[in-house]
């Protein structure tokens, strides 16, 4: 879910600003992947202050190795909790004073007039600093002491906001930061970094911009030097109105500051107001509450006051909004409401209008099963006529030709007097011969217009119980009789005349066969007329 927030701040983001460089949507991206991996930035800080206290609880009695702890812990904490740098602080401060050496105790109150100075304690920091004795100070301790003097005087100007009193203090702060310019060597990244805020200070934005330029580019710095330096000309070019990099910049520093888990920091506020004089007031919004939270994380006093005159502003803009989208919101859900009701209407309209035509459709459907039925029983019933129809022709014309000849057989064996032979002629199997030739013509013609009978026939048959034909049979007498069904002549009368039995006979044939079926008697019918014709 957090995920998808995140994503979801970023497409807006990238959205409402006004066509963001490539370059700018890459820093957006990586910003937010930060603000994503946030807390694994912090875990491996605690990791690494974990680590050194027990390192701590393992040099119990060697005072010089436990300062030097006490030192490093300080170094993790001074711009991360400020509770547990101040307390850090205090101890490195007590060791200083046990040892009497004036390098070690001077160093230590310059730490603890740092950390005071970053909770906002500006007084108490001054205090510290102002009692530092200086003579005979080495150049390291004299370019420490005149950079924090510089910044405790400088955030006290922006701090107070006062055109009189921040005036005497930006002034007070320039001059430490021209001694410690005097004692930095020109060829280190503290030098550049001391000549960009003194001309940043003096309003010499040109000159402060390449002095921060310089810096970035020519030292590999850490990522917390990096933040300081890239959220200083992130605050340059707003002055000089570039706007567009300033944003870059201060990216570049948000990102720096959460990857050193620097929680005392300015960065997020200051792009939080660009984005909100943008009209990103969500995504500025999101950025002023995480730029707040770090300075109640820290305990940094100015910060939560600076961060918390300008949370209520953007806060109070991102309630108009939600509270102008409320209203849209509104007007949109009554629209729908509307809309949906009238859609419920004219659905259900449609859906009675659908339903008439499925009736329809389901009648038209009926009926073009049926004319299609009746067309392919109408398109059989042709077939069949057309090949008996000649058939019959044929069988017919064949048994005139031999009426005929029988006649004058008979006639000559009267004339002759051959009454014996007359005898024997009309005795003989010749009729009994001829029904059978007609047999033969018939299965021969059938078999023709539905050659698959006899396999379909047995279909409905046990394996057992199929009818097997003799080798020189067409059809046998049970096959016969539903033939003749399949034909259309469903008369056992008719029936029995063609196949020279009683009616029943056909009658028993036909009981006999259906009791054998495999499927409902009910059934056998239908399934006879359902054989196809070729």
């Known amino acids: ?69 006490y030192e490093q812990l300080f170094n993790e904490y001074k711009s991360f909790i400020y509770d547990s740098a101040f307390k850090y602080v205090t101890k490195i401060n007590e060791l200083a004073d046990e040892s009497g050496d004036r390098s070690r105790i001077n160093k230590a109150r310059i730490n603890m007039g740092f950390t005071l100075l970053s909770s906002g304690l500006f007084k108490e920091s001054l205090d510290i600093l102002n009692s530092i004795k200086l003579n005979h100070a080495d150049t390291i301790i004299l370019q420490e002491y005149y950079l924090v003097v510089a910044r405790t005087y400088h955030d006290l100007a922006d701090y107070d906001n006062d055109d009189y009193f921040a005036r005497s203090y930006r002034k007070t702060g320039n001059l430490y930061l021209d001694s410690a310019i005097y004692l930095l060597d020109d060829k280190t990244p503290e030098y550049w970094s001391a000549i960009g805020l003194r001309k940043m200070k003096s309003d010499d934005l040109k000159g402060s911009s390449d002095a921060f330029n310089y810096l970035i580019s020519k030292y590999d710095l850490p990522d917390h030097e990096l933040a300081i330096a890239t959220s200083s000309l992130g605050y340059v070019y707003s002055q000089l109105g570039r706007v567009n990099e300033a944003i870059d910049m201060l990216i570049k520093a948000a990102i720096a500051d959460i990857k050193s888990s620097t929680r005392e920091t300015v960065a997020l506020r200051n792009l939080a107001v660009h984005l909100y004089n943008k009209g990103n007031i969500d995504i500025a919004y999101r950025y002023i509450k995480i730029a707040f939270d770090d300075a109640t994380f820290y305990n940094a006093r100015h910060r939560k006051i600076e961060t918390g005159a300008v949370l209520p502003i953007i806060e ?20 729908i409401t509307v809309l949906s009701f009238l859609l419920i209407i004219f659905a259900l309209i449609i859906y009675k209008q659908l339903k008439e035509l499925k009736k329809v459709k389901l009648q038209l459907q009926n009926i073009n099963y049926d004319l299609h039925k009746m067309n392919d029983s109408l398109l059989e019933a042709n077939k069949i006529k057309e090949k008996y129809i000649g058939y019959f022709f044929k069988v017919n014309s064949i048994y005139i030709e031999k009426i005929e000849e029988f006649q004058k057989l ?29 047999y033969i013509s018939f299965d021969k013609i059938f078999l023709k217009i539905f050659p698959h009978f006899v396999d379909e026939f047995n ?17 046998n007498t049970d096959l016969r009789i539903f033939a003749l069904m399949r034909l259309g002549i469903s008369d056992n009368e008719q029936i029995a005349k063609f196949l020279d039995y ?16 495999i499927i409902p008697r009910n059934e056998f019918d239908d399934r006879i007329m359902a054989i196809k014709a070729l």
């Open 1 to 69: 879910m957090k995920r998808f927030v995140l994503f979801s701040s970023f497409i807006l983001l990238i959205t409402v600003t006004a066509r963001p460089s490539s370059e700018t949507e890459k820093l957006y991206k990586e910003l937010e992947q930060c603000i994503l991996n946030k807390e694994f930035y912090q875990i491996k800080k605690q990791q690494r202050i974990h680590a050194l206290v027990d390192k701590l609880q393992a040099s119990a009695g060697n005072k010089d190795l436990t300062l030097e702890i």
């Open 316 to 335: 109070g803009e991102r309630l108009s909004t939600i509270e102008k989208q409320k209203k849209q919101l509104l007007l949109y859900s009554v629209l």
């Open 410 to 438: 008979v006639h000559r064996k009267i004339v002759s007097r051959q009454f014996d032979d007359l005898d024997d002629i009309i005795k003989n199997s010749y009729f009994k011969k001829e029904r059978e030739n007609l």
């Open 459 to 475: 279909t409905m048959f046990r394996a057992e119980d199929r009818i097997v034909l003799q080798e020189d049979e067409l059809l």
């Open 502 to 517: 009683s009616v029943n006979t056909i009658y028993t044939y036909k009981t006999k066969i259906k009791n054998k079926a």
